[in-house]
Nanobody, 124 residues
């Protein structure tokens, strides 16, 4: 089992920035493919950004150019730098991971482990 703990959420005004972190622990085989998903109230969960075991990154069109995903493999930590935030970015943000498999997509079904989420609220 892999445990994921997110942090860094909060409330900001439109145009502001936040940096989310996700620390993975437990039975980790070599490397993790990790990703960020979000779910706004009343909407379906959507993929935001992914970081595969090969070091490749994938972004949703809605965040490309504003968000940056990175990973510190020595600390099994995933980051999401969010700049130029918009009210429509308001959501619960979840970290997801899969052990030892190179995943480059944003399909939630491909990730076995999930964190509890951290809330991001952007006001206009």
């Amino acid at each position: 089992q892999v445990q994921l703990v997110e942090s860094g959420g909060g409330s900001v005004q439109a145009g502001g920035s936040l940096r989310l972190s996700c620390v993975a622990s437990g039975r980790i085989y070599s490397r993790l493919s990790m990703a960020w998903f979000r779910q706004a109230s009343g909407k379906e969960r959507e993929g935001v950004a992914a970081f595969s075991t090969m070091g490749t990154t994938t972004y949703a069109d809605s965040v490309a150019g504003r968000f940056a995903i990175s990973q510190d493999t020595t600390k099994n930590t995933l980051f999401l730098q969010m700049n130029s935030l918009k009210p429509e970015d308001t959501a619960m943000y979840y970290c997801a991971a899969q052990n030892g498999v190179a995943i480059e997509d944003l399909n939630a079904e491909d990730y076995s482990y999930w964190g509890q989420g951290t809330q991001v609220t952007v006001s206009s």
